[in-house]
Structure formats: structure tokens, C-alpha cells
Nanobody
Framework: QVQLVESGGGLVQAGGSLRLSCAASGRTLSNDNMGWFRQAPGKGREFVAAVNWSGSRTYYADSVKGRFTISRDSAKNTVYLQMSSLKPEDTAIYFC???????????????????WGQGTQVTVSS
């Protein structure tokens, strides 16, 4: 059983940056496609970014394209989300998720992922 633990959230002013980490224990993520999702108060879960198992392909929601970067470090069994030019509307709980083989092929849909972390709060003040 894999456990995903997010960290790096916090309070930041608009225009600032944060780097979220998603560390895994109990199982290697090297064969998993990984995603980041977020949920703002009173709203549904929203896809943010995804990276394939090898790191060769990345996908982003239009709302974060050009501002966020997803990456992975297989040696550390960790996935990152670098967030820049943050806006108040980026305020949410951010979750990482793992899609293990056989992959779902639906990188932007939460139901395609098998494991989830507990989330980390990101608050962007105006």
C-alpha cells in the first residue's frame, strides 16, 4: 500500500511562489502517472497538472499553464509542483494522486487515480 504525503503549502502573497512536494512511501512511483488536483472551498475537485511515468510528458489545466510546473524525481520517489505568479483564485487544498499500471489514460480526471494524499493548504492573499 502506497502512502502519499504532500507538503510545502502555506500562505503567500499574490505574485509569489511555492513549491509543493508529494513524497511516497511503501511503494515506488517510478511506474505511475502522477497528478495534482485542487479543491477550493465550496467547489469541486479540479485538475491542475499531471506527469507521465517517465517524466517525458506533462499536462496542465489552462488556468495554470505558464505559471505552474510539474516534475518528478524518481530517486527521491517524489513529485513536485512549482507554482509561480500565484493568484488569490489559486487558493485551495492541493492533492497529489498516483495512477498505477494499467494506467487509466485519463490524466485530468480524478477517478483515474488509485492513490491520494491528504492534501496541503495553499492560501494566496491579495
Amino acid at each position: 500500500q502506497v502512502q502519499l504525503v504532500e507538503s510545502g503549502g502555506g500562505l503567500v502573497q499574490a505574485g509569489g511562489s511555492l513549491r509543493l512536494s508529494c513524497a511516497a512511501s511503501g511503494r515506488t512511483l517510478s511506474n505511475d502517472n502522477m497528478g495534482w488536483f485542487r479543491q477550493a472551498p465550496g467547489k469541486g475537485r479540479e485538475f491542475v497538472a499531471a506527469v507521465n511515468w517517465s517524466g517525458s510528458r506533462t499536462y496542465y489545466a489552462d488556468s495554470v499553464k505558464g505559471r505552474f510546473t510539474i516534475s518528478r524525481d524518481s530517486a527521491k520517489n517524489t513529485v513536485y509542483l512549482q507554482m509561480s505568479s500565484l493568484k488569490p483564485e489559486d487558493t485551495a487544498i492541493y492533492f497529489c494522486a498516483a495512477d498505477r499500471p494499467p494506467w487509466s489514460g485519463t490524466y485530468n480526471m480524478g477517478q483515474g487515480y488509485d492513490y491520494w494524499g491528504q492534501g496541503t493548504q495553499v492560501t494566496v492573499s491579495s
